[in-house]
């Protein structure tokens, strides 16, 4: 069994994986403290994460049936993410592996989000290599060729904000709650994708991406209708969310598609927390002859991914624990 530690943003997770990669323990434990201010506060997620941290670990090992006697090696996000969060979960992985005497594997989050795809689970048995994969989240949002367990290579990603900022900034202009994204899923729910029609970035060539203008036009849009009078935009807010919502999914489904052209992959898998959205998941259903869809806790932040990419990686040479520092931008030349 492997013991997983994941804190890059808000979310304090441990999990418990097995060699044969199957999740005995996913717990999550989501700051809700930063709803009130609208975005993560990084200061504020890692006291929490330190508070929450050793209860989570904890948690996860009751919930598998375990305690650390079990465990043969010890996995953490090492980054990209928020320093001091990271070191958290860092700091912790090395505290259990140096006193049980056990491997330290340090993790990419990006990889983790990938690795969604190698665990047994809701979407069946792991995905094996070689296939597509769309990771969108908060941070990132690109299309890669999978060809083996431990690596990626990007073929295109956004050229400003990820997939899920946008939907964050656009719940944020729709008076909608933080993390936007379900917030807005739900609300487009009652809506007309139809209704407006934002940009959908057909101007950036390859399969590369771009989410800043649709948010730019989101606020014109709702400047204008506040100006004309009346309930204003208000009264449009699920249409406004539907077919910003469309917008996203649109951009992201005719990437994905282009990649598997280009690639001549007939396999798709997908990642990261936007890969949670309903119509999204709907719409790439129908990509590629095998759709691998991860069930939507394994597609938001969480430990099991991470101790499913751990499955692939090598542990640190011991020598190397105590000086193993976190990394919090990307280091592929993404
Ligand atoms: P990164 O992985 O890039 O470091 P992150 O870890 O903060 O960023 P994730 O937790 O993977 O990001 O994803 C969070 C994002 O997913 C947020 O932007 C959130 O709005 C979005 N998201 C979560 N659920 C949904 C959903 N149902 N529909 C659309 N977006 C969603
Ligand atoms: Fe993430």
Same mark, same amino acid.
């Given at each position: 069994?492997i013991l997983?530690?994941e804190?890059s943003?808000d979310d304090?997770?441990?999990?418990?994986?097995?060699?044969?990669a199957r999740v005995l323990?996913?717990v999550i434990s989501?700051?809700?403290v930063?709803?009130a *201010?609208g975005g993560?506060?990084?200061?504020?997620a =890692?006291r929490?994460?330190l508070?929450?941290m050793?209860? +989570?670990v904890?948690?996860?090992?009751a919930?598998a049936?375990?305690?650390?006697?079990?465990?043969e090696?010890?996995? +953490?996000?090492r980054?990209?993410?928020l320093?001091?969060?990271?070191?958290?979960g &860092?700091?912790t992985a090395k505290?259990?592996?140096?006193?049980?005497?056990?491997?330290?594997?340090?993790?990419?989050h990006l990889? $983790?989000? +990938?690795?969604?795809?190698?665990?047994h689970?809701?979407?069946g048995?792991?995905l094996?290599p070689p296939f597509?994969?769309?990771?969108? =989240?908060g941070g990132?949002s690109f299309?890669?060729?999978?060809?083996?367990?431990? =690596?990626?290579?990007v073929?295109?990603r956004t050229?400003d904000?990820?997939?899920?900022?946008? &939907?964050?900034?656009?719940?944020r202009?729709?008076?909608?709650?933080?993390?936007?994204?379900p917030?807005?899923?739900?609300?487009?729910a009652?809506?007309?994708?139809?209704?407006f029609a934002?940009p959908l970035?057909?101007?950036?060539?390859g399969l590369?991406?771009?989410?800043a203008?649709?948010?730019?036009s989101?606020? *014109?849009?709702?400047r204008?209708?506040?100006?004309?009078g $009346?309930?204003?935009?208000a009264a449009?807010?699920?249409?406004?969310a539907?077919s *910003?919502?469309?917008a996203?999914?649109d951009?992201l489904a005719?990437r994905v598609?282009?990649a598997?052209e280009?690639?001549?992959?007939?396999r798709?898998?997908?990642? $990261?927390g936007v890969?949670?959205?309903?119509p999204l998941?709907?719409?790439?259903?129908t990509?590629?002859?095998?759709?691998?869809?991860p069930?939507r806790?394994l597609?938001?932040?969480?430990?099991a991914?991470?101790?499913a990419?751990? &499955?692939?990686q090598? =542990?640190?040479d011991?020598?190397?624990v105590?000086?193993?520092d +976190?990394y919090?931008?990307?280091?592929r030349?993404l």
């Amino acid at each position: 069994m492997i013991l997983a530690l994941e804190t890059s943003c808000d979310d304090t997770c441990a999990a418990v994986v097995t060699r044969d990669a199957r999740v005995l323990a996913n717990v999550i434990s989501s700051q809700e403290v930063h709803d009130a *201010y609208g975005g993560v506060v990084p200061e504020i997620a =890692s006291r929490h994460h330190l508070e929450l941290m050793n209860l +989570v670990v904890d948690d996860a090992l009751a919930r598998a049936g375990a305690t650390l006697d079990d465990i043969e090696a010890v996995a +953490v996000t090492r980054g990209p993410g928020l320093t001091g969060a990271l070191l958290v979960g &860092l700091a912790t992985a090395k505290a259990i592996a140096v006193a049980r005497g056990l491997p330290l594997i340090p993790v990419d989050h990006l990889q $983790g989000h +990938v690795a969604a795809n190698f665990l047994h689970g809701d979407a069946g048995p792991p995905l094996e290599p070689p296939f597509v994969c769309l990771v969108a =989240s908060g941070g990132h949002s690109f299309v890669a060729r999978v060809d083996d367990h431990h =690596s990626f290579t990007v073929l295109g990603r956004t050229l400003d904000d990820a997939a899920g900022e946008a &939907l964050d900034k656009g719940a944020r202009l729709l008076g909608l709650p933080f993390p936007g994204g379900p917030h807005i899923e739900r609300v487009a729910a009652d809506g007309d994708p139809a209704a407006f029609a934002f940009p959908l970035a057909h101007g950036v060539p390859g399969l590369d991406m771009s989410f800043a203008g649709l948010k730019t036009s989101l606020l *014109y849009t709702v400047r204008d209708l506040d100006a004309a009078g $009346g309930a204003g935009a208000a009264a449009r807010t699920a249409d406004l969310a539907a077919s *910003y919502q469309q917008a996203v999914v649109d951009q992201l489904a005719r990437r994905v598609e282009r990649a598997l052209e280009q690639t001549g992959l007939d396999r798709l898998a997908i990642g $990261g927390g936007v890969a949670a959205n309903g119509p999204l998941r709907e719409r790439l259903g129908t990509c590629a002859s095998v759709v691998h869809v991860p069930a939507r806790a394994l597609c938001t932040d969480n430990a099991a991914m991470i101790g499913a990419a751990a &499955l692939h990686q090598p =542990s640190a040479d011991p020598a190397d624990v105590p000086a193993l520092d +976190v990394y919090a931008t990307d280091r592929r030349a993404l």
